[in-house]
């Protein structure tokens, strides 16, 4: 194994190094002897989880059906009544209500933007998640006014509807085997914006890419030569393909901006459409207003629900303590305890983020964007198991100003082995332990005055025991630090983390053979894109 010949380097070198330094030869055993128990026990626990996972008990694979349309979904034990309707997956027949809600959309929107043929309600049944349910129909909606009418007629007809963005949900949430409110954005449908200002927030629709949006925002502040350029708070993965609608239904989030920078924390307004065909604009006083008087049991039956959920100390702490970590599951409940229960509009309007469109239609948000760093920088940090990487974790959060740090355990390094350009940038995660896991963390800021945020002495030796420095912080996967981002960003900001480490553990010089490359500002030793430096450290064989 990798780990074992790094070992047995690193021990030659700190014997080299006691002899030029005079280091008693008994310490230098001792940490020899700490460093190969350590070793020891990751071997150990690895050996026991594929001992674990081999004794698993294969379970029944349960009965499918398949229906016209190719979904194949289990087999339900529940009897499906032909022609009777029920709210429920599979049981939503015609019994009526889809023919006269039709034959009353039809008459505003047109036939030509209403599909119900088996090709394109197929085509519709799936979104990026890998569920199926083909709807009834598909209704392709041009604006806020013709959604205030169609809501009211499904509600009277009993008949339930979806909305659907982009479709890039990994988990379905724009799928139905009833009516499927598509947003049609082309042209200016759903796609007109307003920036603010410097560029501190903007109002847009919902048929707007969220990377589309950023771009506004970036030719915004080249044009008017803003000192500052901002972005939208949420970066979730799907950037470039995933609408506003559905950003603002699901609560995104991303990587970088964890929960500060979410939907949740970052939209300012609203215009909602409820199921009555009402529209609340939370911007608009009058609109604010208008709404607590005609819905006043709704408002009043929500304040008492946050007053409740207030008086009560253990579940506020249980609330706050979910919706401290990255949580889109369920409501955002965390609007109960964020706003004084006299405000029933803020919560209403906070519950509706992450809502899955279930309480209203959104058409318009408003959001506070954040400043977008002109220099950032990645490290990519392997360690030989999951509980060293935590430690890590730990202390990045607790004692530095990182501004993200997510966590790759073995499952998530195996299929970046088969990435021919991240093996190539981090080679060492080919043939890795068994229980190593990764740590990618990223570093931005405005210039060379935040250095300091991504000072890390604590990370890789101040913090850990000193019998259990060498081995479990990086060598027994090989070491490798490879970092990347801008030439001005890695030397400001992960530069002093080199200097602190080769000066507080000695650790680069006691590796033997170690190579150690480092772009000074300006310097180019790899093109990965537009304005890339690398770092790279890693053991030679």
Same mark, same amino acid.
């Given at each position: 194994?990798? #780990?074992?010949?790094?070992?047995?380097?690193?021990?030659?070198?700190?014997?080299?190094?006691?002899?030029?330094?005079?280091?008693?030869?008994?310490?230098?055993?001792?940490?020899?002897?700490?460093?190969?128990?350590?070793?020891?026990?990751?071997?150990?626990?690895?050996?026991?989880?594929?001992?674990?996972?081999? *004794?698993?008990?294969?379970?029944? /694979?349960?009965?499918?059906?398949?229906?016209?349309?190719?979904?194949?979904?289990?087999?339900?034990?529940?009897?499906?009544?032909?022609?009777?309707?029920?709210?429920?997956?599979?049981?939503?027949?015609?019994? #009526?209500?889809?023919?006269?809600?039709?034959?009353?959309?039809?008459?505003?929107? #047109?036939?030509?933007?209403?599909?119900?043929?088996?090709?394109?309600?197929?085509?519709?049944?799936?979104?990026?998640?890998?569920?199926?349910?083909?709807?009834?129909?598909?209704?392709?909606?041009?604006?806020?006014?013709?959604?205030?009418?169609?809501?009211?007629?499904?509600?009277?007809?009993?008949?339930?509807?979806?909305?659907?963005?982009?479709?890039?949900?990994?988990?379905?949430?724009?799928?139905?085997?009833?009516?499927?409110?598509?947003?049609?954005?082309?042209?200016?449908?759903?796609?007109?914006?307003?920036?603010?200002?410097?560029?501190?927030?903007?109002?847009?629709?919902?048929?707007?890419?969220?990377?589309?949006?950023?771009?506004?925002?970036?030719?915004?502040?080249?044009?008017?030569?803003?000192?500052?350029?901002?972005?939208?708070?949420?970066?979730?993965?799907?950037?470039?393909?995933?609408?506003?609608?559905?950003?603002?239904?699901?609560?995104?989030?991303?990587?970088?901006?964890?929960?500060?920078?979410?939907?949740?924390?970052?939209?300012?307004?609203?215009?909602?459409?409820?199921?009555?065909?009402?529209?609340?604009?939370?911007?608009?006083?009058?609109?604010?207003?208008?709404?607590?008087?005609?819905?006043?049991?709704?408002?009043?039956?929500?304040?008492?629900?946050?007053?409740?959920?207030?008086?009560?100390?253990?579940?506020?702490?249980?609330?706050?303590?979910?919706?401290?970590?990255?949580?889109?599951?369920?409501?955002?409940?965390?609007?109960?305890?964020?706003?004084?229960?006299?405000?029933?509009?803020?919560?209403?309007?906070?519950?509706?983020?992450?809502?899955?469109?279930?309480?209203?239609?959104?058409? *318009?948000?408003?959001?506070?964007?954040?400043?977008?760093?002109?220099?950032?920088?990645?490290?990519?940090? /392997?360690?030989?198991?999951?509980?060293?990487?935590?430690?890590?974790?730990?202390?990045?959060?607790?004692?530095?100003?990182?501004?993200?740090?997510?966590?790759?355990?073995?499952?998530?390094?195996?299929?970046?082995?088969?990435?021919?350009?991240?093996?190539?940038?981090?080679?060492?995660?080919?043939?890795?332990?068994?229980?190593?896991?990764?740590?990618?963390?990223?570093?931005?800021?405005?210039?060379?005055?935040? *250095?300091?945020?991504?000072?890390?002495?604590?990370?890789?030796?101040?913090?850990?025991?000193?019998?259990?420095?060498?081995?479990?912080?990086?060598?027994?996967?090989?070491?490798?630090?490879?970092?990347?981002?801008?030439?001005?960003?890695?030397?400001?900001?992960?530069?002093?983390?080199?200097?602190?480490?080769?000066?507080?553990?000695?650790?680069?010089?006691?590796?033997?053979?170690?190579?150690?490359?480092?772009?000074?500002?300006?310097?180019?030793?790899?093109?990965?894109?537009?304005?890339?430096?690398?770092?790279?450290?890693?053991?030679?064989?």
């Amino acid at each position: 194994m990798r #780990g074992a010949r790094t070992l047995a380097r690193l021990a030659k070198a700190c014997a080299k190094r006691a002899g030029q330094h005079g280091i008693g030869s008994s310490a230098v055993a001792a940490e020899q002897g700490a460093a190969a128990a350590s070793l020891q026990l990751v071997r150990g626990n690895a050996m026991a989880a594929v001992a674990t996972e081999q *004794q698993q008990r294969v379970h029944v /694979v349960p009965e499918i059906t398949t229906d016209i349309f190719g979904a194949v979904s289990p087999m339900s034990n529940e009897q499906i009544e032909e022609g009777v309707f029920r709210n429920v997956d599979g049981h939503r027949f015609d019994d #009526g209500r889809y023919t006269a809600f039709r034959q009353e959309v039809e008459q505003f929107v #047109g036939q030509e933007r209403i599909f119900a043929d088996p090709v394109r309600t197929f085509a519709y049944g799936t979104d990026a998640s890998f569920y199926r349910l083909n709807p009834k129909m598909v209704i392709k909606v041009h604006s806020e006014a013709e959604l205030k009418r169609i809501l009211p007629i499904a509600k009277r007809h009993g008949v339930p509807v979806t909305f659907r963005a982009a479709g890039t949900s990994l988990s379905g949430q724009a799928l139905t085997d009833s009516v499927l409110l598509k947003l049609s954005h082309t042209g200016k449908n759903f796609r007109n914006y307003t920036i603010h200002g410097d560029g501190s927030s903007i109002t847009v629709e919902p048929g707007l890419i969220l990377g589309e949006v950023n771009r506004l925002l970036g030719a915004y502040a080249k044009k008017n030569k803003l000192p500052v350029q901002y972005k939208m708070g949420p970066d979730p993965s799907s950037i470039d393909s995933c609408m506003i609608g559905g950003v603002v239904a699901n609560n995104s989030s991303g990587m970088c901006c964890g929960v500060s920078q979410n939907t949740y924390h970052t939209l300012k307004d609203m215009r909602v459409v409820f199921v009555d065909g009402t529209v609340l604009d939370t911007a608009d006083p009058a609109s604010r207003q208008s709404f607590l008087r005609s819905h006043r049991a709704l408002c009043e039956g929500v304040s008492a629900l946050a007053r409740r959920v207030q008086a009560d100390r253990q579940l506020t702490n249980l609330i706050r303590r979910k919706f401290a970590i990255k949580c889109t599951t369920g409501y955002s409940l965390n609007a109960l305890v964020d706003f004084p229960a006299d405000d029933p509009i803020e919560v209403i309007k906070h519950l509706i983020i992450g809502s899955e469109g279930t309480l209203g239609f959104v058409s *318009q948000a408003t959001y506070n964007t954040v400043p977008e760093w002109p220099h950032k920088a990645s490290a990519f940090i /392997v360690f030989p198991d999951v509980r060293a990487a935590c430690q890590a974790s730990s202390i990045l959060r607790d004692e530095t100003g990182v501004d993200a740090v997510e966590l790759f355990d073995r499952a998530s390094l195996r299929e970046c082995e088969a990435d021919d350009d991240m093996a190539r940038l981090v080679p060492d995660i080919k043939g890795a332990d068994p229980m190593a896991a990764a740590l990618l963390i990223e570093c931005r800021c405005a210039g060379c005055g935040l *250095q300091h945020a991504c000072s890390l002495p604590a990370l890789l030796m101040g913090s850990f025991r000193p019998a259990y420095a060498w081995a479990p912080c990086y060598l027994a996967v090989s070491l490798l630090l490879a970092l990347r981002g801008s030439a001005h960003a890695v030397h400001h900001l992960f530069g002093p983390l080199l200097q602190r480490l080769m000066h507080k553990a000695s650790l680069l010089r006691a590796l033997s053979g170690a190579a150690l490359l480092f772009l000074e500002p300006g310097a180019t030793l790899r093109r990965l894109d537009g304005n890339a430096g690398v770092l790279l450290f890693r053991h030679a064989e």
